[in-house]
Protein backbone atom coordinates (compact mmCIF):
# COMPACT_ATOMS: atom_id res chain seq x y z
CA UNK A 1 0.00 0.00 0.00
CA UNK A 2 1.05 3.43 -0.83
CA UNK A 3 1.73 6.27 1.49
CA UNK A 4 -1.15 8.36 1.54
CA UNK A 5 1.39 11.93 1.85
CA UNK A 6 3.50 10.07 -1.44
CA UNK A 7 0.36 9.55 -3.33
CA UNK A 8 -0.92 13.39 -2.74
CA UNK A 9 3.01 14.80 -3.09
CA UNK A 10 2.64 12.85 -7.01
CA UNK A 11 -1.04 14.61 -7.80
CA UNK A 12 0.11 17.88 -6.58
CA UNK A 13 3.09 17.47 -8.49
CA UNK A 14 1.44 16.47 -11.51
CA UNK A 15 -0.70 19.28 -11.04
CA UNK A 16 1.84 22.09 -10.75
CA UNK A 17 3.41 20.46 -14.22
CA UNK A 18 0.62 20.91 -15.73
CA UNK A 19 -0.31 24.04 -14.66
CA UNK A 20 3.26 25.10 -15.90
CA UNK A 21 2.50 23.37 -19.47
CA UNK A 22 -0.84 24.79 -20.14
CA UNK A 23 0.10 28.49 -18.47
CA UNK A 24 -3.00 27.57 -15.96
CA UNK A 25 -0.91 29.18 -13.08
CA UNK A 26 -2.82 32.19 -11.01
CA UNK A 27 0.14 34.36 -10.99
CA UNK A 28 0.74 36.61 -14.58
CA UNK A 29 3.58 34.86 -15.52
CA UNK A 30 1.72 31.61 -15.00
CA UNK A 31 4.89 29.19 -14.92
CA UNK A 32 7.27 28.09 -12.47
CA UNK A 33 10.28 31.19 -11.91
CA UNK A 34 13.41 29.82 -13.59
CA UNK A 35 15.25 30.79 -10.17
CA UNK A 36 12.94 28.27 -8.21
CA UNK A 37 13.83 25.43 -10.37
CA UNK A 38 16.26 23.89 -8.21
CA UNK A 39 15.56 24.35 -4.70
CA UNK A 40 11.86 22.77 -5.98
CA UNK A 41 13.80 20.22 -6.95
CA UNK A 42 15.93 19.73 -4.39
CA UNK A 43 12.75 19.83 -1.60
CA UNK A 44 10.95 17.54 -3.47
CA UNK A 45 13.69 14.90 -3.06
CA UNK A 46 12.75 14.70 0.53
CA UNK A 47 10.39 12.18 0.95
CA UNK A 48 8.16 13.80 3.37
CA UNK A 49 8.06 17.33 1.52
CA UNK A 50 6.43 18.81 -1.70
CA UNK A 51 6.19 21.98 -2.65
CA UNK A 52 2.95 23.58 -3.53
CA UNK A 53 3.55 27.29 -4.94
CA UNK A 54 6.51 29.82 -5.46
CA UNK A 55 7.70 32.95 -6.49
CA UNK A 56 11.44 33.63 -7.12
CA UNK A 57 10.80 37.58 -6.22
CA UNK A 58 9.71 39.84 -8.43
CA UNK A 59 9.43 43.08 -9.67
CA UNK A 60 5.45 44.53 -10.19
CA UNK A 61 4.38 47.64 -11.06
CA UNK A 62 0.33 47.28 -10.44
CA UNK A 63 -2.43 49.33 -11.11
CA UNK A 64 -5.12 48.57 -8.03
CA UNK A 65 -8.47 47.14 -9.27
CA UNK A 66 -12.06 48.24 -8.76
CA UNK A 67 -14.84 46.57 -7.28
CA UNK A 68 -18.10 48.16 -6.01
CA UNK A 69 -16.90 51.58 -6.85
CA UNK A 70 -14.39 51.24 -4.32
CA UNK A 71 -10.56 51.15 -5.51
CA UNK A 72 -9.01 47.26 -4.33
CA UNK A 73 -5.71 46.30 -4.82
CA UNK A 74 -7.01 42.81 -6.03
CA UNK A 75 -9.41 41.67 -8.09
CA UNK A 76 -11.72 43.12 -10.74
CA UNK A 77 -9.51 45.40 -13.13
CA UNK A 78 -6.45 45.27 -11.17
CA UNK A 79 -3.47 45.09 -13.36
CA UNK A 80 -0.10 44.48 -13.75
CA UNK A 81 1.46 46.94 -15.83
CA UNK A 82 4.99 44.93 -15.53
CA UNK A 83 6.28 42.55 -14.05
CA UNK A 84 9.98 40.48 -14.52
CA UNK A 85 11.08 37.76 -12.09
CA UNK A 86 14.95 38.60 -13.13
CA UNK A 87 16.91 41.56 -13.44
CA UNK A 88 17.47 40.60 -17.49
CA UNK A 89 14.77 42.83 -18.71
CA UNK A 90 14.58 45.23 -15.78
CA UNK A 91 16.54 47.91 -17.07
CA UNK A 92 14.40 50.88 -18.71
CA UNK A 93 11.84 49.02 -17.94
CA UNK A 94 9.49 52.26 -17.97
CA UNK A 95 10.71 53.65 -21.84
CA UNK A 96 8.27 50.94 -22.84
CA UNK A 97 4.97 52.17 -20.57
CA UNK A 98 2.63 54.80 -21.17
CA UNK A 99 3.41 56.99 -18.63
CA UNK A 100 2.29 61.41 -18.47
CA UNK A 101 5.41 62.35 -15.98
CA UNK A 102 3.87 65.36 -14.13
CA UNK A 103 5.76 65.61 -10.43
CA UNK A 104 2.90 68.05 -9.32
CA UNK A 105 0.11 66.12 -10.34
CA UNK A 106 -1.18 63.90 -7.68
CA UNK A 107 -4.64 62.33 -7.05
CA UNK A 108 -7.65 64.64 -6.37
CA UNK A 109 -10.22 61.91 -5.77
CA UNK A 110 -10.29 58.92 -4.14
CA UNK A 111 -11.82 57.25 -7.14
CA UNK A 112 -8.13 57.24 -8.83
CA UNK A 113 -6.61 54.17 -9.15
CA UNK A 114 -3.04 54.30 -7.58
CA UNK A 115 0.11 52.61 -9.50
CA UNK A 116 2.61 50.91 -7.00
CA UNK A 117 6.31 50.06 -8.21
CA UNK A 118 6.89 46.74 -5.86
CA UNK A 119 9.85 44.60 -4.89
CA UNK A 120 8.24 41.00 -3.56
CA UNK A 121 11.46 38.64 -2.23
CA UNK A 122 11.42 35.34 -2.65
CA UNK A 123 8.23 33.43 -1.41
CA UNK A 124 7.74 29.25 -1.19
CA UNK A 125 5.16 27.41 0.27
CA UNK A 126 6.05 23.51 1.19
CA UNK A 127 3.95 20.66 2.37
CA UNK A 128 4.86 18.40 5.07
CA UNK A 129 4.51 15.19 6.36
CA UNK A 130 4.45 15.55 9.75
CA UNK A 131 4.89 18.62 12.03
CA UNK A 132 8.46 16.85 12.74
CA UNK A 133 9.79 17.38 9.26
CA UNK A 134 7.87 21.15 9.27
CA UNK A 135 9.41 22.29 12.75
CA UNK A 136 13.14 21.43 11.14
CA UNK A 137 12.33 22.97 7.47
CA UNK A 138 10.76 25.90 9.39
CA UNK A 139 14.26 26.01 11.76
CA UNK A 140 16.35 26.00 8.42
CA UNK A 141 14.54 29.09 7.25
CA UNK A 142 14.50 30.55 10.08
CA UNK A 143 18.60 30.15 10.25
CA UNK A 144 18.99 31.56 6.91
CA UNK A 145 17.17 34.76 7.98
CA UNK A 146 13.44 34.24 6.63
CA UNK A 147 12.49 35.45 9.22
CA UNK A 148 8.52 35.66 8.44
CA UNK A 149 8.40 32.23 7.73
CA UNK A 150 5.91 29.77 9.75
CA UNK A 151 3.89 26.97 9.55
CA UNK A 152 0.14 26.82 8.38
CA UNK A 153 -2.40 24.33 8.50
CA UNK A 154 -2.14 20.82 7.73
CA UNK A 155 2.11 21.16 8.31
CA UNK A 156 2.52 23.68 5.37
CA UNK A 157 5.36 25.95 5.70
CA UNK A 158 5.49 29.00 4.37
CA UNK A 159 8.46 30.95 3.70
CA UNK A 160 9.10 34.26 3.57
CA UNK A 161 11.69 37.09 4.04
CA UNK A 162 11.52 40.83 4.36
CA UNK A 163 12.83 42.22 1.35
CA UNK A 164 10.64 44.69 -0.34
CA UNK A 165 9.73 47.77 -1.94
CA UNK A 166 6.34 49.64 -2.03
CA UNK A 167 6.26 52.33 -3.68
CA UNK A 168 3.25 54.67 -5.29
CA UNK A 169 4.55 56.22 -8.39
CA UNK A 170 1.58 57.40 -10.24
CA UNK A 171 -2.50 56.88 -11.02
CA UNK A 172 -4.97 56.31 -13.63
CA UNK A 173 -8.29 58.52 -14.37
CA UNK A 174 -11.40 56.17 -15.20
CA UNK A 175 -11.06 56.17 -18.86
CA UNK A 176 -7.35 57.40 -19.69
CA UNK A 177 -6.37 57.23 -23.18
CA UNK A 178 -3.46 58.38 -25.24
CA UNK A 179 -4.04 59.19 -28.94
CA UNK A 180 -3.50 55.84 -30.10
CA UNK A 181 -6.23 54.62 -28.35
CA UNK A 182 -3.89 52.78 -25.68
CA UNK A 183 -4.46 53.53 -21.52
CA UNK A 184 -1.79 55.76 -20.45
CA UNK A 185 -0.70 56.73 -17.01
CA UNK A 186 -0.07 59.75 -14.59
CA UNK A 187 3.16 59.27 -13.18
CA UNK A 188 3.97 62.22 -10.46
CA UNK A 189 7.82 60.94 -9.42
CA UNK A 190 10.32 61.75 -12.21
CA UNK A 191 12.13 59.58 -14.43
CA UNK A 192 14.94 60.10 -12.92
CA UNK A 193 13.31 58.40 -9.57
CA UNK A 194 12.31 55.39 -11.36
CA UNK A 195 15.85 55.04 -12.82
CA UNK A 196 17.06 55.06 -8.91
CA UNK A 197 14.32 52.42 -7.52
CA UNK A 198 15.32 50.29 -10.56
CA UNK A 199 18.94 50.25 -9.30
CA UNK A 200 17.96 49.85 -6.07
CA UNK A 201 15.43 46.71 -7.10
CA UNK A 202 19.04 45.46 -8.88
CA UNK A 203 20.50 45.55 -5.08
CA UNK A 204 17.27 43.67 -3.36
CA UNK A 205 17.17 41.15 -6.63
CA UNK A 206 21.32 40.18 -5.74
CA UNK A 207 20.32 40.09 -2.10
CA UNK A 208 17.30 37.85 -2.71
CA UNK A 209 19.04 35.90 -4.77
CA UNK A 210 22.12 35.83 -2.13
CA UNK A 211 19.30 34.60 0.53
CA UNK A 212 17.73 32.19 -2.00
CA UNK A 213 21.61 30.00 -2.34
CA UNK A 214 21.74 30.37 1.46
CA UNK A 215 18.58 28.23 2.10
CA UNK A 216 19.06 26.07 -0.78
CA UNK A 217 22.48 24.86 1.09
CA UNK A 218 20.90 24.81 4.02
CA UNK A 219 18.19 22.58 2.90
CA UNK A 220 20.70 20.57 0.40
CA UNK A 221 22.97 19.72 4.27
CA UNK A 222 19.92 19.02 6.22
CA UNK A 223 18.64 16.21 3.17
CA UNK A 224 22.02 14.74 2.82
CA UNK A 225 22.53 14.46 6.52
CA UNK A 226 18.66 13.13 6.78
CA UNK A 227 19.89 10.61 4.33
CA UNK A 228 23.35 9.83 5.73
CA UNK A 229 24.03 6.24 5.45
CA UNK A 230 19.63 5.53 5.11
CA UNK A 231 20.11 3.39 1.91
CA UNK A 232 16.22 3.27 1.84
CA UNK A 233 16.10 6.98 1.98
CA UNK A 234 17.50 7.20 -1.77
CA UNK A 235 14.65 4.35 -2.67
CA UNK A 236 11.84 6.49 -1.44
CA UNK A 237 12.76 9.91 -3.46
CA UNK A 238 10.21 10.45 -5.95
CA UNK A 239 11.85 12.77 -8.31
CA UNK A 240 9.78 15.01 -10.29
CA UNK A 241 11.28 16.74 -12.91
CA UNK A 242 9.82 19.96 -13.99
CA UNK A 243 11.99 20.70 -16.76
CA UNK A 244 13.77 19.10 -19.27
CA UNK A 245 17.71 18.73 -18.53
CA UNK A 246 17.14 17.48 -14.53
CA UNK A 247 18.12 14.84 -13.25
CA UNK A 248 15.71 11.50 -13.29
CA UNK A 249 15.32 9.65 -10.15
CA UNK A 250 18.05 7.09 -11.18
CA UNK A 251 20.87 9.64 -12.01
CA UNK A 252 19.90 11.45 -8.38
CA UNK A 253 20.58 7.82 -6.60
CA UNK A 254 23.73 7.53 -8.73
CA UNK A 255 24.95 11.15 -7.65
CA UNK A 256 23.79 10.72 -3.99
CA UNK A 257 25.89 7.79 -3.99
CA UNK A 258 28.67 8.92 -5.71
CA UNK A 259 28.59 12.09 -3.40
CA UNK A 260 28.77 9.56 -0.31
CA UNK A 261 31.85 7.53 -1.76
CA UNK A 262 33.27 11.17 -1.89
CA UNK A 263 32.42 12.65 1.41
CA UNK A 264 33.44 9.29 2.95
CA UNK A 265 36.68 9.54 0.87
CA UNK A 266 37.37 12.90 1.88
CA UNK A 267 37.13 12.51 5.66
CA UNK A 268 39.78 9.41 5.35
CA UNK A 269 41.91 11.96 3.46
CA UNK A 270 41.83 14.61 6.02
CA UNK A 271 41.97 12.04 9.08
CA UNK A 272 45.20 10.60 6.87
CA UNK A 273 46.63 14.65 6.48
CA UNK A 274 46.09 15.24 9.98
CA UNK A 275 47.69 12.00 11.29
CA UNK A 276 50.64 13.08 8.38
CA UNK A 277 50.47 16.79 10.48
CA UNK A 278 51.04 14.87 13.95
CA UNK A 279 54.22 12.52 12.44
CA UNK A 280 57.60 13.70 12.21
CA UNK A 281 57.47 14.19 8.06
CA UNK A 282 58.55 10.80 7.15
CA UNK A 283 55.38 10.16 4.94
CA UNK A 284 55.38 12.10 2.02
CA UNK A 285 51.89 11.32 0.23
CA UNK A 286 49.71 8.80 0.57
CA UNK A 287 46.85 9.63 -1.92
CA UNK B 1 0.93 22.11 41.62
CA UNK B 2 0.81 25.15 39.30
CA UNK B 3 0.25 24.74 35.54
CA UNK B 4 4.01 25.23 33.91
CA UNK B 5 2.68 27.27 31.44
CA UNK B 6 0.64 29.68 33.32
CA UNK B 7 3.74 29.84 35.18
CA UNK B 8 5.53 31.08 32.26
CA UNK B 9 2.84 33.17 31.25
CA UNK B 10 2.45 35.35 34.43
CA UNK B 11 6.61 35.34 34.33
CA UNK B 12 6.78 36.66 30.91
CA UNK B 13 3.49 39.26 31.74
CA UNK B 14 5.23 40.57 34.41
CA UNK B 15 8.69 41.16 32.29
CA UNK B 16 6.31 42.84 30.13
CA UNK B 17 4.69 45.18 32.35
CA UNK B 18 7.71 45.93 33.79
CA UNK B 19 9.88 47.05 30.47
CA UNK B 20 6.95 48.40 30.07
CA UNK B 21 7.49 51.01 33.25
CA UNK B 22 11.11 51.28 32.72
CA UNK B 23 11.62 51.67 28.47
CA UNK B 24 13.40 49.50 28.39
CA UNK B 25 11.58 47.69 25.45
CA UNK B 26 13.86 46.69 22.12
CA UNK B 27 11.10 49.11 20.06
CA UNK B 28 12.16 52.90 19.75
CA UNK B 29 8.89 53.83 21.84
CA UNK B 30 10.19 51.78 24.20
CA UNK B 31 6.49 51.06 25.57
CA UNK B 32 3.29 48.85 24.70
CA UNK B 33 1.04 50.31 21.34
CA UNK B 34 -1.97 52.42 22.86
CA UNK B 35 -3.46 50.28 20.32
CA UNK B 36 -2.89 46.68 21.34
CA UNK B 37 -3.47 47.06 24.70
CA UNK B 38 -7.36 45.62 24.35
CA UNK B 39 -6.29 42.94 21.77
CA UNK B 40 -3.54 42.11 24.28
CA UNK B 41 -5.78 41.81 27.72
CA UNK B 42 -8.25 40.39 25.78
CA UNK B 43 -5.78 37.79 24.28
CA UNK B 44 -4.41 37.18 27.79
CA UNK B 45 -7.67 36.34 29.37
CA UNK B 46 -7.18 33.27 27.29
CA UNK B 47 -5.45 30.49 29.64
CA UNK B 48 -3.96 28.62 27.14
CA UNK B 49 -2.03 32.02 25.44
CA UNK B 50 0.19 34.75 26.41
CA UNK B 51 1.12 37.95 23.94
CA UNK B 52 4.97 38.01 23.72
CA UNK B 53 5.56 40.70 21.60
CA UNK B 54 3.01 43.09 19.50
CA UNK B 55 3.24 46.86 17.23
CA UNK B 56 0.32 47.84 16.46
CA UNK B 57 1.09 49.15 13.29
CA UNK B 58 3.96 52.65 12.42
CA UNK B 59 5.10 54.76 9.95
CA UNK B 60 8.46 55.00 10.63
CA UNK B 61 11.60 57.21 8.41
CA UNK B 62 14.72 55.08 9.09
CA UNK B 63 18.14 55.85 8.19
CA UNK B 64 20.37 53.09 7.57
CA UNK B 65 23.25 52.08 9.71
CA UNK B 66 26.90 51.15 8.78
CA UNK B 67 28.41 48.06 9.84
CA UNK B 68 32.32 47.15 8.20
CA UNK B 69 31.56 49.71 5.89
CA UNK B 70 28.65 48.37 4.11
CA UNK B 71 25.51 49.29 4.34
CA UNK B 72 22.66 48.02 6.57
CA UNK B 73 19.24 48.18 6.65
CA UNK B 74 19.89 47.32 10.94
CA UNK B 75 22.48 47.62 13.92
CA UNK B 76 25.27 50.44 13.80
CA UNK B 77 24.95 53.58 13.81
CA UNK B 78 21.46 52.95 12.04
CA UNK B 79 18.39 55.87 12.85
CA UNK B 80 14.76 56.22 12.84
CA UNK B 81 14.53 60.12 11.75
CA UNK B 82 11.12 59.88 12.45
CA UNK B 83 8.63 56.97 13.97
CA UNK B 84 4.81 57.20 15.08
CA UNK B 85 2.58 54.40 15.76
CA UNK B 86 -0.70 56.99 15.58
CA UNK B 87 -2.24 59.44 12.85
CA UNK B 88 -2.25 62.01 15.28
CA UNK B 89 1.30 63.74 15.11
CA UNK B 90 1.69 62.10 11.03
CA UNK B 91 0.30 65.58 9.02
CA UNK B 92 2.98 67.46 8.05
CA UNK B 93 6.05 65.15 10.36
CA UNK B 94 8.42 66.34 7.19
CA UNK B 95 8.69 69.94 8.69
CA UNK B 96 10.51 69.11 11.31
CA UNK B 97 12.94 67.28 9.82
CA UNK B 98 16.31 68.90 7.63
CA UNK B 99 15.70 67.92 4.62
CA UNK B 100 17.64 69.35 2.24
CA UNK B 101 15.14 68.95 -1.45
CA UNK B 102 16.51 68.22 -4.64
CA UNK B 103 14.71 66.13 -7.02
CA UNK B 104 17.81 65.61 -9.05
CA UNK B 105 20.86 64.77 -6.39
CA UNK B 106 20.71 61.16 -5.98
CA UNK B 107 23.72 59.18 -4.42
CA UNK B 108 26.24 58.82 -6.87
CA UNK B 109 28.40 56.18 -4.14
CA UNK B 110 27.53 52.79 -2.44
CA UNK B 111 28.62 54.19 0.36
CA UNK B 112 25.86 56.37 0.88
CA UNK B 113 22.98 55.32 3.90
CA UNK B 114 19.31 55.47 2.28
CA UNK B 115 16.14 56.84 3.84
CA UNK B 116 13.23 55.24 3.66
CA UNK B 117 9.40 55.72 4.83
CA UNK B 118 8.02 52.76 5.81
CA UNK B 119 4.38 52.04 7.09
CA UNK B 120 3.99 48.50 8.30
CA UNK B 121 1.05 47.03 9.99
CA UNK B 122 0.12 45.31 12.97
CA UNK B 123 2.02 42.42 13.99
CA UNK B 124 1.06 40.20 16.97
CA UNK B 125 3.15 37.11 18.92
CA UNK B 126 1.35 34.90 21.04
CA UNK B 127 2.22 32.12 22.71
CA UNK B 128 -0.04 29.09 22.73
CA UNK B 129 0.45 26.30 25.52
CA UNK B 130 -0.27 23.68 23.11
CA UNK B 131 -0.68 23.02 18.71
CA UNK B 132 -4.99 22.77 19.42
CA UNK B 133 -4.68 26.52 20.40
CA UNK B 134 -2.27 27.85 18.25
CA UNK B 135 -3.79 26.50 15.16
CA UNK B 136 -7.33 27.82 16.32
CA UNK B 137 -5.89 31.53 16.73
CA UNK B 138 -3.81 30.52 12.97
CA UNK B 139 -6.94 30.13 11.59
CA UNK B 140 -9.00 33.20 13.54
CA UNK B 141 -6.13 35.51 12.33
CA UNK B 142 -5.77 33.86 8.40
CA UNK B 143 -9.77 34.40 7.99
CA UNK B 144 -9.83 37.85 9.27
CA UNK B 145 -7.18 38.75 5.84
CA UNK B 146 -3.78 37.92 8.13
CA UNK B 147 -2.70 35.74 5.65
CA UNK B 148 1.13 35.99 6.64
CA UNK B 149 0.12 34.69 9.89
CA UNK B 150 2.18 31.57 11.00
CA UNK B 151 2.99 29.12 13.29
CA UNK B 152 6.68 28.90 14.66
CA UNK B 153 8.66 26.79 17.31
CA UNK B 154 6.86 26.03 20.53
CA UNK B 155 3.55 26.98 19.80
CA UNK B 156 4.49 30.74 19.07
CA UNK B 157 1.69 32.54 16.75
CA UNK B 158 2.91 35.35 14.42
CA UNK B 159 -0.09 37.24 12.82
CA UNK B 160 1.16 39.46 10.25
CA UNK B 161 -0.73 41.49 7.04
CA UNK B 162 0.66 42.62 4.33
CA UNK B 163 -0.23 46.82 4.57
CA UNK B 164 2.89 48.78 3.80
CA UNK B 165 4.95 51.24 2.13
CA UNK B 166 8.50 50.92 1.70
CA UNK B 167 9.90 53.85 -0.06
CA UNK B 168 13.43 55.30 -0.55
CA UNK B 169 13.02 59.37 -0.33
CA UNK B 170 17.03 60.85 0.43
CA UNK B 171 19.85 59.33 1.43
CA UNK B 172 22.76 60.82 3.75
CA UNK B 173 26.35 61.60 3.41
CA UNK B 174 28.85 60.32 5.86
CA UNK B 175 29.70 63.79 7.44
CA UNK B 176 26.60 65.75 6.57
CA UNK B 177 25.79 68.02 9.06
CA UNK B 178 23.48 71.92 8.53
CA UNK B 179 24.95 75.12 9.56
CA UNK B 180 23.54 74.14 13.55
CA UNK B 181 25.88 71.11 13.47
CA UNK B 182 22.52 68.99 13.67
CA UNK B 183 22.40 65.95 10.83
CA UNK B 184 20.53 67.30 7.41
CA UNK B 185 19.42 64.50 4.96
CA UNK B 186 19.44 64.81 0.60
CA UNK B 187 15.69 64.51 0.21
CA UNK B 188 15.32 63.27 -3.64
CA UNK B 189 11.66 63.21 -3.77
CA UNK B 190 9.56 66.55 -3.76
CA UNK B 191 7.34 67.96 -0.70
CA UNK B 192 4.28 67.28 -2.59
CA UNK B 193 5.48 63.73 -3.10
CA UNK B 194 5.66 62.88 1.37
CA UNK B 195 2.77 64.80 1.61
CA UNK B 196 1.19 62.46 -0.69
CA UNK B 197 2.40 59.29 1.00
CA UNK B 198 1.68 61.00 3.86
CA UNK B 199 -2.12 60.84 2.91
CA UNK B 200 -1.62 57.11 1.74
CA UNK B 201 -0.93 56.45 5.07
CA UNK B 202 -3.33 57.43 6.52
CA UNK B 203 -5.55 55.28 4.21
CA UNK B 204 -3.03 52.21 5.48
CA UNK B 205 -3.79 53.11 9.25
CA UNK B 206 -7.39 53.02 8.82
CA UNK B 207 -7.37 50.19 7.24
CA UNK B 208 -4.98 48.39 8.98
CA UNK B 209 -7.50 49.14 12.37
CA UNK B 210 -10.11 48.10 10.80
CA UNK B 211 -8.19 44.71 10.37
CA UNK B 212 -7.56 44.67 14.27
CA UNK B 213 -10.51 45.50 15.03
CA UNK B 214 -11.85 42.86 13.13
CA UNK B 215 -9.26 40.47 14.68
CA UNK B 216 -10.02 41.74 17.67
CA UNK B 217 -14.19 40.48 17.32
CA UNK B 218 -13.32 37.42 16.20
CA UNK B 219 -10.81 36.35 19.00
CA UNK B 220 -13.57 37.74 21.70
CA UNK B 221 -16.01 35.41 19.57
CA UNK B 222 -13.44 32.42 19.76
CA UNK B 223 -12.75 33.30 23.78
CA UNK B 224 -16.19 33.53 24.56
CA UNK B 225 -17.76 30.17 22.42
CA UNK B 226 -14.61 28.12 24.02
CA UNK B 227 -15.78 29.64 27.41
CA UNK B 228 -19.71 29.07 27.21
CA UNK B 229 -21.30 26.81 29.78
CA UNK B 230 -17.85 26.35 31.21
CA UNK B 231 -17.31 28.14 34.57
CA UNK B 232 -13.86 26.64 35.37
CA UNK B 233 -12.57 28.14 32.11
CA UNK B 234 -13.23 32.29 34.13
CA UNK B 235 -11.95 30.36 37.58
CA UNK B 236 -8.83 29.81 35.72
CA UNK B 237 -8.57 33.61 33.89
CA UNK B 238 -5.56 35.04 34.86
CA UNK B 239 -6.15 38.17 33.80
CA UNK B 240 -3.21 41.05 33.69
CA UNK B 241 -3.87 44.57 33.27
CA UNK B 242 -1.20 46.21 31.80
CA UNK B 243 -2.72 49.70 32.26
CA UNK B 244 -5.14 51.22 35.15
CA UNK B 245 -8.57 51.28 34.18
CA UNK B 246 -8.64 47.61 32.76
CA UNK B 247 -10.81 45.15 34.35
CA UNK B 248 -9.50 43.42 37.29
CA UNK B 249 -9.94 39.21 37.24
CA UNK B 250 -13.46 39.86 39.27
CA UNK B 251 -14.81 42.39 36.95
CA UNK B 252 -14.22 40.56 34.49
CA UNK B 253 -15.92 37.61 35.54
CA UNK B 254 -18.39 39.30 36.57
CA UNK B 255 -18.81 40.99 33.28
CA UNK B 256 -18.69 37.37 31.41
CA UNK B 257 -21.40 36.10 33.39
CA UNK B 258 -23.65 39.57 32.71
CA UNK B 259 -23.03 39.02 28.94
CA UNK B 260 -23.65 35.36 29.02
CA UNK B 261 -26.90 36.00 30.82
CA UNK B 262 -27.57 38.62 28.32
CA UNK B 263 -26.71 36.39 25.26
CA UNK B 264 -29.59 34.23 26.74
CA UNK B 265 -31.66 36.76 27.38
CA UNK B 266 -31.08 37.98 23.97
CA UNK B 267 -32.03 34.53 22.62
CA UNK B 268 -35.14 34.20 24.30
CA UNK B 269 -36.35 37.42 22.74
CA UNK B 270 -35.28 36.65 19.22
CA UNK B 271 -37.21 33.22 19.50
CA UNK B 272 -39.84 35.52 20.60
CA UNK B 273 -39.95 37.50 18.26
CA UNK B 274 -40.07 35.24 15.79
CA UNK B 275 -42.91 33.29 17.38
CA UNK B 276 -44.58 37.01 17.34
CA UNK B 277 -43.80 37.45 13.45
CA UNK B 278 -45.62 33.99 12.51
CA UNK B 279 -48.76 34.32 14.50
CA UNK B 280 -51.67 36.57 13.28
CA UNK B 281 -50.61 39.57 14.89
CA UNK B 282 -52.32 38.70 18.28
CA UNK B 283 -49.19 39.19 20.19
CA UNK B 284 -48.13 42.89 20.59
CA UNK B 285 -45.34 43.18 23.38
CA UNK B 286 -43.79 40.70 25.34
CA UNK B 287 -40.97 42.58 26.89
Known amino acids: MQDPFLQKKQNILKEISQNSDDNLDASPKGTIDEHCIPIINLINTHPKMVTTSSCSGRVSVYLEGVQNNKIISKGNEGKWIFVTHDTSNLDNWYQNINFKYDITKFPTSENLRSILYKF ?41 ISIKLDIPIGFMDESQYNEDGEESYNCFVSKEYLKYITKVSFDRFKENLKK ?57 RTKLEEAIRNDDGNIQSLV
Not at 126 to 145: E, F, H, P, R
Request: proline share 0%.
Open 212 to 268: LNQLHEAIDKFIKEDNDGNDEFIERIESVNIKEGWESKEERRARMIKEGLERKEKMR
Open 120 to 160: EALILHVKCKDISTANKLYQIAMNCGFRESGIGSNYNVAIR
